[in-house]
């Protein structure tokens, strides 16, 4: 696998700036399980969320946004056209799309409507969990509900695959994050287990991920710094939590509160 | 602008009991984005909250509910139609109707609703940020998804002529809260900008306001109250927070817990 | 009252491993006000939840699932017939569902839609509180919006004569927990009055009793056992909160670490 290019440290610090200075409009259209922590990270990265899923009210909302995240948690047949409206309405603006394909491969239905999307809307990135990421690569991997069992046997190549296929950049999350643009390859090693014991982290990372390529444009660079500030804010927040349920507040004012210093101290990229 | 008539903290008390001891019924229909934090605040505050948004339930549901609170946060078509519904329900009823106006003026579909549900529903109390009342009162002011990005010229005078042209109460909430009933306008000035980095405060403010109109009638006093309740709730609970994460379960504390004591120590109003 | 057969202490902690273990899926169709914490909760007590509520995903999704949870907490037409599906679907596949008539009695909508439920499918548990659980059992009680004003003149009773006519294990919650197989009744005196200055709480023993019956089988212990636990983990979480809000990351922490020493110390059942 290729090493980073250059000094990701002071990159991922730069970006983080970059994105409580512009504040950037981040349009989403995801699940109502999660919906209000993608809120509050958003605003905790530097971001302003809108979740609005009304066809009327789409197309001028995107106008103003500086990145769309689509999320497929919750699907039904209102909002899984909406995505496609929201997706058109990012792509005719030049407004990046992020899709969270959740739960792809579960059912037939999550991933016909993940495919109809793709097939849709150009989409900027892909971020998935191992599993999801290894199936819509056709590498493997199995997803039960949301979560991933297993992922492709090797997640690096699958996520690198995906990202030569479909043109977008790719990431896997799981233990180790792989962030793919076809061409490279970088290993995120940031994180703890308490990630997996709230629901909705994944989710929370795509909105970060729409904050990001949103402000700094996107690049294997900018989605691989959204990855790491969370897992970063993770990290800090699991020292002060004394479980799952008081962790996710910590987390959100982790992100809130992060300084350059602590991505110096913690940053872990292969 | 005029000066508050009378004693205002000990009307804020009074009132902060009343609430507690009336339990009123608060029938919201909210969006799906912030719809936990303000059933948890209205419980808080004193009230029960219940957020049915299907027509064949409504009627009946409004018919034991103190007051109706309509925020068109995430609108679509079957929630727009419910509200008019439920507004409708509600004036026979003879119950206040509080309307949060979110993200009036970012998109045209928004700002329809809301002038669709003010046609046909008698509101009583009109709840919003800044720039949604600069806008509904014609005044100037912008919206950036769901956020002002400016108010009018002057958030008083404007607060103040909605209040003349609706004959409701108004209230545009910021680093000042301006409410009018069209003749006194009052500026509250508690408060702390945590508040700005939580989704959900301003919807939050409306349900609190919803138990005040609900149990001690629809004034410019009740509504003033609701909102500085909930103000120095929020001093308090800023004072306790490492951030915005730890902010909102330390806000919902503090209005649980809140003493007339405080209200004593810390109401700012002129 | 029949008292408990056997030792039910260790009982509770042999299910709470089981189910740890076992990580069951979890398939809730529920309302949308407190659809993150059933989520939240579900995890933390070894679960696996998925939300979701469309038709075209429900049988391959429940086909994976050990037990489906149906709550009607905001109904509408869509997800009530999504209902039925999912019920229909885990009947066909023998697992257990377990239903939350929320605010039965509150509405006719309400009623004719449980009701419809219990016709349409077999259900293995109903929970509700004491008011809604006497209205199911016609044995008197009384809703207001989804919380209980009054139970039966006996809940005890109740929860019986209900759990008789449908077959089903009835629970019917309040500050003393009363479950029933028809022959048996069970007293559950654990948990701590914060429990109802918080929203979802009821939904949330629904969620847990679903990871309950799904791994270990539908039984009076496996009921009481889910209740007990989450009752067990709100006194702990009770003692470290400073009010409602502080209360809610503390409980899903104490159902995540909960002890079988805990249960040994504290277990109140008759």
Chains 1, 2, 3 share one sequence.
């Not at 495919?115 to 199936?135: F, L, P, T, W, Y």
């Not at 014991?197 to 900018?222: A, H």
């Not at 962790?247 to 940053?267: G, H």
């Amino acid at each position: 696998m290729a090493k980073f290019r250059g000094d990701m440290n002071q990159s991922v610090a730069t970006m983080m700036t970059r994105v409580r200075d512009a504040h950037p409009l981040v349009h989403h259209i995801t699940n109502y399980v999660t919906v209000n922590d993608c809120a509050n990270v958003c605003i905790c990265a530097g971001g302003a969320p809108v979740m609005t899923d009304a066809v009327q009210d789409i197309p001028e909302m995107v106008a103003h946004a500086s990145a769309v995240v689509l999320n497929i948690g919750t699907l039904n047949s209102r909002t899984s056209d909406a995505m496609i409206v929201a997706g058109k309405s990012a792509n005719l603006a030049g407004i990046p799309v992020v899709l969270d394909p959740v739960g792809v491969g579960a059912t037939s239905y999550r991933t016909e409507t993940a495919e109809r999307i793709m097939r849709s809307v150009k989409i900027a990135v892909i971020k998935g969990n191992a599993g999801e990421i290894g199936i819509l690569a056709g590498a493997g991997g199995e997803v039960r509900g949301v979560d991933a069992v297993s992922g492709a046997h090797d997640t690096a190549s699958a996520t690198q695959q995906l990202a030569q296929r479909t043109n977008a950049i790719v990431a896997a999350t799981g233990q180790i994050d792989y962030v793919s643009d076809g061409t490279t390859a970088l290993a995120l090693r940031n994180g703890t287990p308490l990630l997996e014991q709230v629901s909705g982290t994944g989710c929370m990372v795509s909105s970060i991920v729409g904050c990001y390529v949103g402000t700094c444009g996107v690049s294997l660079e900018s989605v691989a710094a959204a990855i790491s500030v969370f897992n970063i804010a993770a990290e800090i927040a699991a020292s002060k939590a004394d479980g799952p349920g008081t962790f996710k507040p910590r987390l959100l004012d982790a992100v809130a509160t992060l300084r350059p210093a602590d991505i110096d101290a913690r940053l872990k990229v292969a």
